[in-house]
Structure formats: C-alpha cells, structure tokens
C-alpha cells in the first residue's frame, strides 16, 4: 500500500495550548528540497525537534554499509512508498569504511537536499589502532578493549592515547566541514551504547568515565569550528540499567538530544523512558538506534519520542519487523517523512534552541502544529 494515495490524516492532539492546527492542502508526494532555507542553523533544528515532543515523530533508518549509504533507505521505500524523514550514516571502523566515508558524506548531502535529516555517528578502534573489524561474541570489536591505566591516559590531555584519539577525530573534521560549507546541520551519535562495556568507550560509570570522553569529543570537535553539529547522547536499553544511566550522563552542556539504543526489548520499557524522561527535562528525545519499527499504541503511551532510527537489516528480519508492521509505523499520521518536514530558521533571529517559540510544520497534507501567536 503506498501512501501516495492515501488521504490526509489529522493528528490527534497538540502537545501544548500555544500551538494551533494547520492543515495544509498538499499532496502526500515527497519533495525534492532542502528541509530548511538556506542559513539555518542547529539551534534552528534542535528547536524543531524539540517541537515535535508529543504531536509528531520522524521516521528513520540507517541507511547502509559506507559502499551503498542508501540501501536499506532504498529498502524502506519499496515497502511503505516513503523514505524516511531521518538518514543515519557511519563514520566507521574497517579500511573499507575508511575508503568510503565520502560516499557516506555525499550521501548525507543529498538525504538533505531530498527533504531528509542526515545523521552520522562512529564505531571505531581503540585510539592507537587504526582499522579494526567487527566479530560479535562477547569482544566484539577486535583489538577494542583498554586497560584502567590506558583508560586514564585516553582522558588526560595529552597522554599518549588522548593525543590518539584525537588525531582520529581529526579525520572526521574535514568531512563535518564539509557539511558546514553545504549549510547542512547534522545529528551526531559518538560513543553509543556508552553505559555497556562492549566496546572500549563504554561501560566506565563517574565523572571520569565514559561520560567524560562524550565531553573530550564534543570539546574537540567544536574548537574546530564545527557549530552545525547536534550532540546525541545515547545509551543502551541494559535490562535493570535505568538507575544507573545518569552516571553516563555529560551534563546539559554537552547534549542536544537525548537518546536510546533499544535493544534489550523491541521498545522501550516504562523505566527506561521514565529514566531517560528525567534526564532530558526539555530536551529532545529520540530512539537513536532499534530492530523494531515503533507502532502507533506503542507511540501513544510513550509520546515524548521525536524520531526512531532502524538499524540497517534489522528492517526486513522477520522477528523484528513485517511488511505489514513497518507500514503501520510510516503510515500513522503522527509520522513525518522524507520531504514532509520542514525547519523554520535562516540565522541569529530565530528562537534560541530550547525557547518552545519554533514552529512545527510540515507537507504532504498533514495537520502541523505551528507556533500559536495569532496564526
């Protein structure tokens, strides 16, 4: 079922009495431009996202190995007629990855130009190895792990694996700045899954843990003038771990969206959101990473979600998802998708991120919430 024919769909409420109803009379077609005017800026979308809480939802998938970005978004059009409103990229970790992290940013380039929110985030090697690979099992990542002692010198300036890790996030700078140059603000998910010792940058509670390379990153990356990118934090879903995901947690400073890598269960638990919900306060929420495409009553009891984030195959695995269950997802009328999202913004005028005066529109002959003020 394509949703090029399906009617216009009125949504069921708005999230707060400063907004009113629009209902616009376009077609459900997607459109090929730019989610934003030329000048817009991440508090611009940060604002918009933030907007979204409890009216709207962004669709999203992962888009594809770094060779083909766009394969499984590809994947997701043939099922439901839509792409999704939200592409998600990897920097990567093995030498092919590496080889193809332009496509990655050429693809992230067009998602946005086509009327879709790019996203990058990274696994990676330990700082003093240079390509690794994935295995699974209980080490994952192959050469991935660090020893206490080479855990405190990777958060001490200038120790040897700090100044590593650092030269690893200098190749990812000119691929952010090229972003920059195309005026493109992009959601950026560093070190996920950071409460769970899979991987080296994980699993290490405190001040000094896990928590403090987040602000390493982001401290890093911003003294290199990269101001469009948006910081998502997320954890993992750990069963029991909600108690302890604020001991992750860097500090409002340092995160734009607050996230969550489901994967303990095919949604969130009350706990988990509860938790997540308390650490936020009037941040932007999002299910950074799951199996399971989110379905409408799962929405309705957990309505501070602004996008999900379906990892690559996990779209077409049978215990995760059917066709019928992923057109459910993209065909709730909550649901914005590629070309049916549209940022307000253009520079230093707009509303500060997080003032709740941004607008939320959209296309495609949805009812949108747009900011109240005698509209």
Request: glycine share 12%.
């Amino acid at each position: 079922m394509s949703t090029r024919s399906r009617t216009r769909a009125l949504l069921a409420s708005t999230a707060a009495a400063s907004f009113a109803t629009l209902a616009l009379a376009t077609s459900g077609a997607a459109s090929a431009a730019p989610p934003a005017p030329a000048g817009v800026t991440r508090a611009d979308e940060i604002a918009y996202l933030k907007g979204l809480t409890g009216n709207h939802v962004l669709s999203g998938q992962q888009g594809g190995a770094n060779s083909d970005p766009a394969y499984w978004t590809q994947k997701v059009h043939d099922i439901t007629g839509k792409y999704p409103g939200i592409w998600n990229g990897d920097f990567g970790f093995s030498q092919n990855d590496i080889d193809n992290r332009q496509k990655v940013i050429d693809q992230a380039k067009t998602e946005w130009n086509n009327g879709s929110l790019p996203g990058l985030m990274t696994h990676a090697c330990r700082p003093d190895v240079a390509t690794c690979a994935f295995e699974g099992g209980a080490d994952p990542v192959k050469g991935s792990k660090l020893s206490d002692s080479e855990w405190q010198q990777v958060i001490t300036d200038g120790a040897a694996l700090n100044t590593a890790y650092k030269h690893k996030l200098d190749q990812f700078v000119p691929y952010f700045q090229q972003l920059k140059d195309a005026g493109i603000p992009v959601l950026f998910r560093p070190l996920h899954e950071l409460n769970e010792g899979w991987a080296w940058w994980g699993g290490r509670s405190g001040a000094n843990g896990s928590a403090r390379l987040f602000q390493i990153t982001h401290d890093y990356l911003e003294s290199k003038g990269l101001d469009n990118i948006i910081w998502v934090w997320a954890p993992k879903d750990v069963q029991g771990g909600a108690g302890q995901a604020a001991g992750y947690y860097p500090g409002d400073a340092y995160v734009d969206v607050v996230g969550l890598d489901v994967w303990w269960g095919k949604f969130p638990s009350t706990d988990w959101y509860n938790a997540l919900s308390n650490i936020a306060g009037a941040k932007p929420m999002a299910l950074a990473e799951v199996g399971s495409v989110p379905q409408p009553a799962q929405l309705t009891a957990q309505p501070k979600w602004v996008y999900w984030n379906v990892w690559l195959d996990y779209l077409t695995n049978a215990s995760y998802n059917t066709n019928a269950s992923v057109q459910a997802g993209y065909y709730d009328s909550r649901v914005l998708s590629q070309g049916q999202l549209t940022i307000p913004g253009g520079g230093p005028t707009d509303p500060p991120a997080g003032s709740g005066s941004g607008a939320v529109s959209g296309v495609g002959g949805k009812c949108v919430d747009v900011a109240g003020a005698g509209t």
